[in-house]
């Protein structure tokens, strides 16, 4: 599958507000530290890409993810049954093409509580769409997958979010850091 590099420009101010049927996620996108990831991310979401998608992964402890297009036309029921869809398996689909991994250069490449990362494929430049939540620290994987953001709102919506639980929507905002 092709690589592909996101026409998006990063400004480094982006926020990522998910709109859920359990509420509302906001997370500060690190431009500086995984660009390729926050540039396809916007662009995606601002693509209306996620829109009317559901979490198809939900592991204790460990992640939620979502991001599949083969959710898009499977009732939630059917995507908690784990079975396949009209589309195609939950968790097998993405938007037709790859990104880089930043894994290796992102110097803020931590998996914190609520950390939004990019999950892929055996092979390292196989991301493409499919994103998760860490649901606790996750440091294993600090050296395999590329950190995209932090939860800075919504914590609690991430704890209670399983499969089958849907993406209504996310919005890409520009917001100025707090100061601390």
């Known amino acids: 599958m ?36 926050v540039a396809n991310f916007c662009e995606l979401a601002q693509s209306g890409f996620y829109d009317d998608l559901k979490f198809h992964r939900y592991v204790p ?25 009209p589309d195609g398996m939950p968790g097998t689909g993405g938007p037709g093409y790859c990104i880089k ?6 110097p803020r490449n931590s998996h914190e509580d609520a950390a939004l990362a990019m999950a892929r494929s055996q092979m390292p430049d196989s991301a493409g769409s499919q994103f998760y939540f ?18 800075i709102e919504g914590k609690d919506v991430i704890g ?3 499969q089958g639980d849907g993406i209504k929507s996310i919005r890409i905002e520009h917001r100025a850091p707090s100061v601390q």
């Open 2 to 37: 092709q690589t592909y590099t996101p026409a998006y420009h990063v400004l480094g101010d982006e926020v990522a507000i998910f709109d859920t049927t359990k509420g509302t996620i906001v997370v500060r996108l690190d431009g500086e530290g995984a660009p390729i990831h």
């Open 61 to 85: 402890g460990f992640v939620i993810q979502g991001g599949c297009p083969n959710t898009r036309s499977m009732t939630p029921q059917q995507v908690a049954a784990g079975g396949a869809g």
């Open 101 to 106: 991994q930043e894994f290796t250069t992102n």
């Open 134 to 151: 860490c649901l606790g620290a996750q440091h294993e994987l600090d050296s395999g997958y590329t950190v995209f953001g932090q939860t």
């Open 160 to 162: 209670s979010l399983r």
